[in-house]
């Protein structure tokens, strides 16, 4: 953060603002936004490489704050996390995707496949499979099109517990990505007896793309090791046609980023669906 006055200056403040008598106001906000209705999730395409079809849409968190307008997740996930409130707000995610994967098939969207993030903290709740499954079973969604996504982070903790929920959840259809790959230390090859079914490469590589040779390396290994160990891959935070490009050439499977949608509400996403379907 010294290479830019800017930058520091930000950060400085960012600290300053998380002291103990904020980061409780923080909380006890978020609490009433789970209870009333200032939380929604938006929704992200995926767009598969090969057939430039939508795939997919990732859940993204947002909350439309009272006072400070609309609040992004890197704002108070951090706080959700740390109270533990994260663990209701989890399940509630799960509940609006299986609600819109409802709706998305009423709108002849059947097959598109509905991406949750999944925190660590959510992995500390011991009814974590079992809350999940009474979810889905009185969503009566197929739960082959929904997807968790987590970082290998949240294994470490308690990596056989985690094991065993993954495999829990696995076992009634949901498919497990690895969310922010190539961030972490854990190598693939440690995950591959994991029912991880897909990679998703952070956006950090492909934005360096073009300015630093390492990322075209590491895109390249992440690609060709996950395709070996039968994973497909995701890269995030494609921004422009080169980047495209190059992730095309290296069969990438699908990717994800404003180049061509941002997260966006359940309205526009319909919008969004309908308009690619009759082009
Ligand atoms: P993530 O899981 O890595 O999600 C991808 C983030 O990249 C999203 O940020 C998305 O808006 C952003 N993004 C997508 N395409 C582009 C692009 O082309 N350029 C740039 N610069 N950014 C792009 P967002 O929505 O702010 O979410 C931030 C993080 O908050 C997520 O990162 C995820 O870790 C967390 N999060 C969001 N929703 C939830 C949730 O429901 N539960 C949990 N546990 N975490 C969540
Ligand atoms: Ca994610
Ligand atoms: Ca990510
Ligand atoms: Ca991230």
């Excluded at 103990?20 to 992200?44: H, K, T, W």
């Excluded at 598969?48 to 609309?70: F, I, Y």
């Excluded at 630093?212 to 690609?223: K, Q």
Aim: with cysteine; aromatic share 10%; hydrophobic share 40%.
């Amino acid at each position: 953060a010294k290479r830019d006055p800017g930058t520091s200056y930000r950060f400085y403040d960012r600290q300053l603002h998380i002291s103990a008598g904020y980061q409780l106001r923080l909380e006890a906000d978020l609490r009433n936004a789970l209870r009333g209705s200032e939380l929604e999730v938006y929704y992200q395409p995926r767009i598969d490489l090969a057939t430039e079809a939508v795939r997919g849409v990732e859940c993204l968190l947002r909350w439309n704050h009272p006072q400070r307008g609309l609040v992004g997740p890197d704002e108070f996930i951090p706080v959700a996390e740390r109270s533990g409130l994260i663990v209701p707000i989890g399940y509630w995610v799960i509940e609006q995707a299986c609600k819109r994967l409802r709706d998305a098939h009423e709108l002849g969207f059947p097959g598109l496949v509905f991406a949750v993030n999944l925190s660590f903290r959510q992995f500390h709740d011991r009814k974590m499979t079992e809350t999940i499954f009474r979810i889905i079973f009185n969503a009566n969604v197929d739960t082959s099109l929904l997807e968790l996504e987590l970082t290998e982070s949240a294994m470490m903790h308690d990596p056989e517990y985690a094991q065993r929920c993954l495999r829990e959840l696995n076992q009634l259809g949901i498919s497990f990505a690895l969310d922010d790959f190539g961030t972490g230390f854990s190598s693939l090859s440690n995950l591959q007896h994991l029912p991880i079914s897909l990679v998703k490469i952070d956006k950090s590589f492909v934005q360096d793309l073009g300015h630093s040779p390492d990322a075209e390396h590491i895109i390249r290994a992440i690609i060709s090791l996950a395709h070996s160990l039968q994973m497909s891959v995701v890269a995030e935070g494609v921004e422009t046609e080169a980047q495209l490009e190059f992730l095309r050439q290296q069969h990438c499977d699908e990717v994800q980023g404003y180049y061509y949608a941002r997260p966006m509400p359940w309205d526009e996403l319909v919008q969004f669906l309908n308009s690619r379907d009759r082009s």
